[in-house]
C-alpha cells in the first residue's frame, strides 16, 4: 500500500477495505474488490455494516443470490459514506449511487424472501 492515500480522507492508506467483505463462514465474498482506506476510515466503515446489520460474520451467504444482496447492500454503504467525503459535482453522483444500490439491494432481499415463501428448497436445488 506504499504510497496509496485513503479515499475517504487522503491520509495514509494503512488497510485495504474488502469492499464486499466475509460472509458467515469467513469467506471474502469478493477478496478482490477492495480500497485503499486509513485505520479509522476502515473502522468507521465497518461500523457502518455492523449499525445496519450487515457486519463480517453476521450474514449468511447460502446463495449466489444472497452473497449478490449483501454485496450491494455493502458497497452501496461504502460509496455513500465515499460520497460524504467528495467535493461537488461527484458527490452527488455517489450519493445517487448509493441509493441505487441500497435499493437493488433491498429489491434483491424481498426476491429472496419471496423464493423461501414460494418455492421452499430452492436454495438446495440451486446446488444440484
Known amino acids: 500500500m506504499s504510497g496509496q492515500r485513503c479515499l ?21 465474498i469478493d477478496p478482490g474488490f477492495v480500497a485503499p482506506t486509513c485505520h479509522d476510515d476502515h473502522e468507521l466503515t ?3 455494516w455492523y449499525t445496519h446489520g450487515a457486519g463480517d460474520g453476521l450474514v449468511e451467504t447460502a446463495t449466489f443470490l444472497h ?9 452501496g454503504m461504502f460509496v455513500g459514506r465515499l460520497a460524504e467525503a467528495t467535493p461537488p459535482p ?3 453522483f455517489l450519493a445517487g449511487l448509493a441509493a441505487w444500490l441500497a435499493k437493488m439491494a433491498g429489491g434483491l432481499a424481498g426476491s429472496i424472501a419471496s423464493l423461501d ?3 421452499p428448497g430452492w436454495q438446495t436445488k440451486l446446488g444440484e
Do not use: N, P
Open 117 to 119: 415463501r414460494y418455492c
Open 46 to 48: 465497518h461500523d457502518d
Open 8 to 28: 475517504f480522507c487522503g491520509g495514509s492508506a494503512e488497510r485495504d477495505h474488502h469492499c464486499t467483505g466475509r460472509d458467515a463462514l469467513g469467506r471474502y
Open 67 to 75: 452473497a449478490l444482496q449483501l454485496g450491494l447492500e455493502r458497497v
Open 90 to 92: 461527484l458527490d452527488g
